[in-house]
C-alpha cells in the first residue's frame, strides 16, 4: 500500500461494527439526555484557537502540546476542537442563551482532535458525546449531570465501572492549595520531570495528574495531602449535597480525594468514570463544574457543569464485556433483472420498495441460480426475479431462499406483501 491508501497515524476510519457501535452509543445517550430536557448543539469543529486557550486554560497539557492547530488565509489562527465544552459556552454567549429560561441543557456528539501519541483507547480524532447543564449552581445540577453520565453507561450494558467523585474547591481554595504544593515540591524540584517543573511555577496541581514515574514517586514520598483537606465551607458544604443527592438517586461512586482533572475551569465537583478491564487509558469519561468558564470567554457570569464521554474507549469497554452493538438491518430482497431489457425496472423494482424495505438490485443480468447464491451472501432472506415474463406482468417472482417456495406477485403489492411477513 502507498501512504495515500492508509489513514493518517492515530485515526480510523468507521464502518460496519465500528460505526453500529458508536452510533448505539449516541442514540442511547440521546434517549436519556433529550428526556431530562437537553436540546442537541452542533458547533463548528473549529474555532479561534484562543477560545481554547482561555476556556481549556494555558497551562493545561491540551493546550500546551496536543492542539492541532493552522493559519488560515486570513492569518487567523484556528484550532480543531480538542473537547466540546468551550464552544458550546461560546455558542451560549453568543446566542443570548442567558435569556431562555434557565438552565439551559445541552448535548452534542462529534469528532474531537488531540494531538496525543496514538495508543489502545487513544486516537488523534476520536469522538465523544457530552452534556452541558448551564445556568445552574445548585448542587442537583450536578447529581443530575453525574447520574445521566454514569445511567448512560450503565443502560449500554457495562457493568465493571468506578465512578470517582471530588472536588477541586473553589479558586481561593486551589489558591491556597497550590500554594501548598509549591512549598511541599520545591525542596524536590529536581526530581520531578521536566514537564512538572514547569507546572511548579505555572500550575502545580497539574503535577498530581502527571504520568511520570519519577513524579509519581516524589509524590508518593512527600505524603502529599488532597486537594479535599483543603476546600473551603462553601464547596465543602457543595461536596456534602452532591453526595447526599446522588446517594439518594442511587448512584454508586467513590470519594477520590485526589481527582484532578485535565481542564483549568473546573471549580468544585469533578468526577471520572473508569472501567476496570481497559488498562492504562480506563476513563471512559469524565465531567464537573466550570462556574468561571463563560466570564473566561467575555460572557455574563454563568454557573456550568457537564461532561463527556469517550466514545471509542465505550466502545472497548462494551467488547471487554462482551456487549455487542445491535446488528445491521439485514436486506429483505435482492432483485435480479434475468436479461438487459429488464435492468431499469430491477431498480425501479427496488426504488419503489425503499426505505421501508432494505432491497438492492443486481446492476447487470443474471441467471436465478447465481442470482440466488448472491443474494445469499448479502443475508437478504428473498430473491426477486425479474425477467421478460415477469416484465410484461408488471411483477415480480419472489422465492424464499430458506425454503425454496416462491410467488409471482404484483410489483405495486409487493412492499405491502414482504412488510407483512411474505407469507407464501
Ligand atoms: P477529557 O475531555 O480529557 O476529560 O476526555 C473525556 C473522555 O474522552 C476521556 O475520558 C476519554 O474517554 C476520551 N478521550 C480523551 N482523549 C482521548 C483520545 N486522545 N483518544 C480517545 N479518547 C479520548
Not at 152 to 180: C, F, H, P, W
Not at 275 to 291: K, M, N, T, V, W
Request: aromatic letters at 6%.
Amino acid at each position: 500500500m502507498t501512504h495515500v491508501t492508509k489513514a493518517v497515524k492515530g485515526t480510523h476510519d468507521l464502518f460496519k461494527e465500528s460505526l453500529r457501535c458508536q452510533q448505539a452509543v449516541v442514540s442511547r445517550a440521546r434517549e436519556w439526555l433529550e428526556a431530562a430536557g437537553a436540546s442537541e448543539i452542533a458547533t463548528p469543529v473549529f474555532e479561534l484557537t484562543e477560545v481554547f486557550e482561555r476556556g481549556v486554560g494555558e497551562s493545561t497539557d491540551i493546550v500546551q502540546k496536543e492542539m492541532f492547530t493552522f493559519t488560515d488565509r486570513g492569518n487567523r489562527s484556528l484550532t480543531l476542537r480538542p473537547e466540546g465544552t468551550a464552544g458550546v459556552v461560546r455558542a451560549y454567549i453568543e446566542h443570548g442563551m442567558k435569556v431562555w429560561p434557565q438552565p439551559v441543557r445541552l448535548w452534542y456528539a462529534g469528532p474531537m482532535f488531540r494531538a496525543e501519541r496514538p495508543q489502545k483507547g487513544r486516537q488523534r480524532q476520536f469522538h465523544q458525546v457530552g452534556f452541558e447543564l448551564l445556568g445552574s449552581a445548585s448542587p442537583l445540577a450536578d447529581a443530575e449531570a453525574v447520574a445521566l453520565s454514569y445511567r448512560i453507561l450503565e443502560t449500554l450494558g457495562l457493568r465493571d465501572m468506578k465512578l470517582k467523585l471530588g472536588s477541586v474547591g473553589d479558586a481561593e481554595d486551589r489558591r491556597r492549595y497550590n500554594q501548598y504544593l509549591r512549598e511541599a515540591l520545591s525542596p524536590r524540584q529536581d526530581d520531578l520531570s521536566p514537564d512538572s517543573q514547569r507546572r511548579l511555577s505555572t500550575n502545580p496541581m497539574r503535577i498530581l495528574d502527571s504520568k511520570s514515574e519519577d513524579d509519581r514517586q516524589v509524590l508518593k514520598e512527600l505524603g502529599i495531602r488532597p486537594m479535599l483537606e483543603f476546600l473551603g465551607p462553601g464547596a465543602r458544604e457543595h461536596f456534602e449535597a452532591v453526595k447526599r443527592i446522588l446517594g439518594g438517586l442511587g448512584v454508586p461512586f467513590e470519594v477520590d480525594p485526589a481527582i484532578v482533572r485535565g481542564l483549568d475551569y473546573y471549580a468544585r465537583t469533578s468526577w471520572e468514570i473508569h472501567h476496570e478491564q481497559l488498562g492504562a487509558q480506563s476513563a471512559l469519561g469524565g465531567g464537573g463544574r466550570y462556574d468561571g468558564l463563560a466570564e473566561l470567554l467575555g460572557g455574563p457570569p454563568t454557573p456550568g457543569v457537564g461532561w463527556a464521554l469517550g466514545i471509542e474507549r465505550v466502545c472497548l469497554a462494551l467488547e471487554a464485556e462482551g456487549v455487542s452493538p445491535p446488528p445491521e438491518r439485514t436486506l429483505d430482497i435482492y432483485i435480479a433483472p434475468l436479461g438487459e431489457e429488464q435492468l431499469e425496472l430491477a431498480l425501479a423494482a427496488a426504488a419503489s420498495l425503499w426505505p421501508e424495505v432494505r432491497a438492492e438490485y443486481a446492476l447487470s443480468p443474471r441467471k436465478p441460480g447465481k442470482a440466488i447464491r448472491e443474494a445469499e451472501k448479502r443475508g437478504a432472506r428473498f430473491v426477486g426475479l425479474l425477467g421478460e415474463e415477469e416484465a410484461r406482468a408488471g411483477a415480480l417472482t419472489i422465492k424464499d431462499i430458506a425454503s425454496g417456495r416462491q410467488q409471482t406477485v404484483p410489483l405495486n403489492r409487493v412492499r405491502e406483501w414482504l412488510e407483512s411477513g411474505g407469507e407464501l
